[in-house]
């Protein structure tokens, strides 16, 4: 009887158990029968593509494994119809692409597809920056577009005589000056105006035998010899030409053919309408032929000598329109057009010399004046991105690439030249791709924080995985096939 009960004693703390237990295992808390555990909830900053469902460390860098954010996760997830296969490849074998898919017939596996946005097929050193994240450092995005029109380029350029519009003033004869009209520099003078007097024994002696010729003409005139009156015309013609080749003008020696007397003091003219820049005349001086009196030019028209720096000398083009500013003038802009181009580079700017030539009538271009040229040349189509887009480290220029659900893909590339706030790409984009036009800094240091933390652990900084999570090596067109 005492052994019955004991035995009825333990089955029924055996129910209890077994009750108590199953109570908890069916309505306790816990995870329930009709959830499943969330897959893929946390993830490695430096592996994107590497998910787990559980804390812990990357098993490729050994960093500390951060949740992934219900919004990031729904934003790194597409549908899959959305998704473009950029290849297929081996789950095992990597090295093993395809275009379509299939089996690798040397191992059986089936080919698994990339896509655009796996992080294994993206470039070496792109980074994953949350949405959050970029709105918080301020990024936007633009577009590397094809940038048509006009391009302009400035000069430095210097005020110049125009050497087709200066004029020396000279005698051809010996002689004393006896008076000085035009007696300063800078002095203007219109044409024929008289300049100073000058007294010649050699113009005076020339001007008595052309009197002389006329006088023997009317004698030979009753001569019976017909060679008389031939030589005697011949006579005043040697001696009339003598006359103009010492500089005298018709007016003056029909002056002296008309009054019967040699003229002793002989004006000189000026040959131009200009201003006096240089003046080598002064009263009771006696000259040369090879004396400089006089230097007249006429600044109506000026050259301007700019010198245009070799990056730019491809754009300049005899005949082309050019823009002169000034800093004196504020507002004021002159036209010129460049007239010739030197064929050398001064060896010591590095710089190319145009010729343009300007109208002054208003005298506002002075010589030896710097002013600024303006030069507008046409452009073929180029590709051009925001100027802020491209950060320069002074060894290489940068710029973020979107590639997509957050990811970023630091591209290096070739600059050009500016137009405006633009700037040319000659290397590295393609028109139609979406870059990062602000927030460049914040991001690249974002990437410099993970290249550090990357080579503390051991690998390249964007790597996207060891030879396991490698893009292939080989483009999907030269991609083996069953």
């Known amino acids: ?18 009750g108590g237990y199953g109570y908890g295992r069916w309505y306790g808390p816990g995870v329930s029968r009709t959830e499943s555990p969330k897959a893929g909830v946390y993830y490695c900053p430096m592996h994107p593509g590497y998910k787990s469902d559980e804390p812990g460390n990357c098993p490729i860098c ?36 395809a275009e379509n898919p299939g ?15 796996d992080p294994s097929a993206m470039p070496m050193g792109t980074i994953r920056v949350s949405p959050e994240k970029q709105q918080l450092i301020g990024v936007k995005y633009g577009v590397v577009e094809m940038t048509t029109g006009r391009r302009s380029f400035r000069a430095v350029g210097k005020v110049a005589y125009d050497e087709t519009r200066i004029a020396k003033v000279q005698t051809r004869i010996e002689g004393w000056i006896d008076k000085v009209f035009v007696d300063f520099t ?12 000058v007294y010649s024994p050699e113009m005076l002696a020339s001007q008595q035998e052309y009197l002389l010729a006329l006088r023997s003409k009317d004698i030979l005139k009753a001569s019976p010899l017909s060679s008389a009156a031939a030589s005697s015309e011949s006579l005043i013609a040697s001696a009339r030409r003598r006359l103009e080749l010492f500089g005298l ?33 002064f009263p009771q001086q006696r000259i040369m032929p090879d004396t400089v009196l006089y230097t007249v030019v006429d600044l109506d028209r000026v050259w301007i000598m700019a010198d245009v720096f070799e990056s730019d000398a491809s754009l300049v083009r005899v005949g082309q329109p050019a ?11 002159l036209r010129a057009r460049v007239s010739y181009i030197q064929p050398q580079v001064d060896p010591m700017t590095r710089t190319l010399q145009a010729r343009l030539e300007a109208e002054n009538r208003g005298l506002e271009l002075k010589p030896d004046m710097f002013v600024d040229v303006e030069f507008e040349a046409a452009m073929a189509p180029w590709l051009t991105v925001a100027a802020d887009a491209v950060l320069d480290s002074g060894l290489r220029k940068t710029v973020f690439v979107d590639r997509g659900h ?4 630091p591209r290096l590339v070739e600059t050009g030249d500016y137009v405006g706030d633009r700037v040319e790409i000659r290397k590295g984009l393609k028109a139609g791709e979406r870059i990062v036009v602000s927030g460049t800094f914040l991001i690249d240091s974002e990437s410099q924080l993970r290249s550090a933390a990357s080579g503390m652990a051991g690998h390249q900084h964007g790597g996207a995985a060891p030879a396991a999570e490698s893009p292939p090596a080989r483009a999907p067109e030269e991609h083996k096939h069953d």
């Open 62 to 97: 050994g960093m500390k494994l951060i949740p992934l954010a219900p919004s990031e996760s729904a934003a790194s997830a597409p549908a899959a119809e959305d998704r473009k296969v950029l290849y297929y490849r081996d789950p095992q074998d990597h090295s093993y692409t």
């Open 323 to 333: 823009v002169i500013t000034l800093s004196y003038i504020p507002g004021a802009r």
């Open 1 to 18: 009887m005492r052994i019955g009960r004991i035995a009825f004693v333990v089955a029924l703390m055996a129910a209890a158990f077994i």
């Open 406 to 409: 957050g990811f970023l893909e």
């Open 249 to 281: 003008s018709e007016a003056q020696i029909d002056e002296v053919e008309k009054s019967g007397k040699p003229l002793t003091h002989i004006t000189i003219y000026s040959p131009i309408r200009g201003h006096v820049v240089e003046r080598n005349a």
């Open 103 to 117: 089996l690798n017939p040397e191992t059986g596996n089936e080919l698994e597809p990339v896509y655009e946005d």
């Open 186 to 197: 800078g002095k203007q003078v219109e044409k024929g105006q008289p300049l100073l007097t």
